[in-house]
């Protein structure tokens, strides 16, 4: 026990400057493809403590991003990202929205062992009431309309948490250790780039974690495993039609608007499945310009979600199907652009039941069952198959929290115990699956 008494030491050691990282990372949050300085600070403290750092192209395949902005927008949020305090150097590895970093740690011939981090915030207002303790406090976000309302600043924390520790402990280490630190979770848009790019081949244990709220579980710290998270499709779609006037020529346009209002009515009209819990939903639709005006265009964004990856399928064809048909019903055109996606994802049991083992041999309180349903869609399901279908075994665990309010609420914030508990998790973890003594 003496390497994990060490461990445990050393988490307790770094919380105020974790805490006092997590709030830099909350005050300066940055959303998917725009975490520049969040990006460059992380790739600063990795090669500060002597890991071996990617960043840019060697990260995430480009052509396998989902969800980018356009050009413009990218360059003023890395113009952004240099005036609010992005590391000169590594910061310029960023531009064109190539975030993210890994960081390697190879401690000799053994197994391979990757650890995700999300870094990225929500597209989300962040509230200003007097009791919202980020704001009370003075660091709240300053970007309008990003918020880290997920707790992805406490993610990229502990990771830098667990870069520390596991550097101190890597004398007792044999394997390669991967951190990676993943841009673009929220609309999951980023794992599937940094599989393609290959981070994930020959890695023989995956380990993802999320702060989730412990109501139900007040005196636990820790869920070891997850399952039955939804794969999800999320798609752009534009009808493009034919603009006349309403009154003089209705009959010489082409409606937009009523091909993706016959779209809207059929898409929540596609038939359940009996395999499974299917989902569509329509989650903006904008059309028209005036009164007078047929309208020649119309923007929605939708996403479809599956109980597993066959069954968001079904429902993701069938979608678009209904979009051709409708676009063609009424003499339109139809594009549509996937945005994010995620597979579903389920835990490896037997990897979820030996970290319980470790866990409750370190004096961690695990909940009962060995598995939390996960509930939503993670991305971190593309690393996970990677991983798992190649003979590798992953979990995602859950790390339990109080929250102020759940995710994705502009009030989020969690209790900041979660980034010390977060370090001991992952390295304890770490050091069972890559130690050289019994010690």
Request: proline share 2%.
């Amino acid at each position: 026990m003496q390497i994990t008494e060490k461990i445990i030491t050393q988490a307790e050691a770094l919380q105020p400057e974790m805490v006092a990282q997590r709030r830099d990372f909350h005050k300066y949050a940055e959303s998917g493809w725009f975490e520049m300085r969040t990006t460059s600070i992380i790739a600063r403290k990795l090669t500060e403590l002597g890991y071996e750092v990617l960043t840019g192209e060697d990260v995430c395949d480009r052509d396998a991003r989902m969800g980018v902005a356009d050009d413009a927008t990218l360059d003023k949020q890395y113009e952004r990202a240099i005036a609010q305090g992005a590391d000169p150097e590594f910061v310029q590895a960023t531009r064109g929205g190539m975030t993210g970093a890994i960081g390697i740690l190879r401690c000799g011939e053994g197994p391979t062992v990757a650890l995700r981090f999300d870094i990225d915030a929500l597209g989300v207002i962040e509230s200003q009431d007097a009791d919202h303790r980020p704001f009370a406090e003075g660091w709240n976000s300053v970007n309008p309309g990003m918020m880290h309302a997920c707790g992805h600043d406490g993610h990229a924390t502990v990771g830098l948490g667990v870069a520390k520790v596991l550097m101190d402990i890597k004398e007792h280490l044999r394997g390669t250790v991967k951190l990676i630190f993943q841009p673009a979770e929220e609309g999951v848009r980023g794992a599937k780039s940094i599989v393609a790019k290959g981070h994930l081949n020959g890695v023989d244990y995956l380990l993802g974690t999320h702060v989730t709220g412990n109501t139900k579980y007040p005196n636990c710290m820790v869920c070891p495993g997850a399952k039955d998270s939804l794969a999800t499709s999320k798609y752009d779609v534009i009808f493009h039609g034919k603009s006349a006037h309403a009154g003089g020529s209705p009959n010489g346009g082409n409606n937009a608007m009523l091909a993706a209002a016959t779209a809207v009515l059929n898409l929540q009209a596609i038939p359940r499945h009996g395999g499974g819990a299917t989902r569509i939903n329509v989650g903006k639709l904008v059309a028209g310009s005036g009164r007078n005006v047929i309208c020649d265009e119309a923007f929605m964004e939708i996403e479809t979600r599956g109980a597993n990856t066959e069954l968001n399928t079904y429902v993701e064809n069938y979608a678009l199907r209904i979009l051709e048909n409708a676009a063609a019903m009424h003499g339109c055109t139809v594009e549509y652009k996937l945005m994010g996606a995620a597979e579903s994802l389920t835990s490896d049991v037997s990897l979820a039941q030996r970290l319980r083992k470790v866990w409750e041999a370190a004096g961690f309180t695990l909940t009962e069952e060995d598995m939390m349903t996960a509930g939503g869609s993670e991305d971190f399901s593309y690393m996970m198959n990677a991983v798992q279908q190649q003979g590798g075994q992953a979990t995602f665990f859950r790390t339990l929290t109080k929250l102020s309010a759940g995710a994705h609420n502009r009030r989020f914030d969690f209790d900041e115990v979660f980034l010390q508990n977060g370090v001991k998790l992952f390295c304890t973890a770490v050091y069972d699956l890559l130690k050289t003594t019994t010690k």
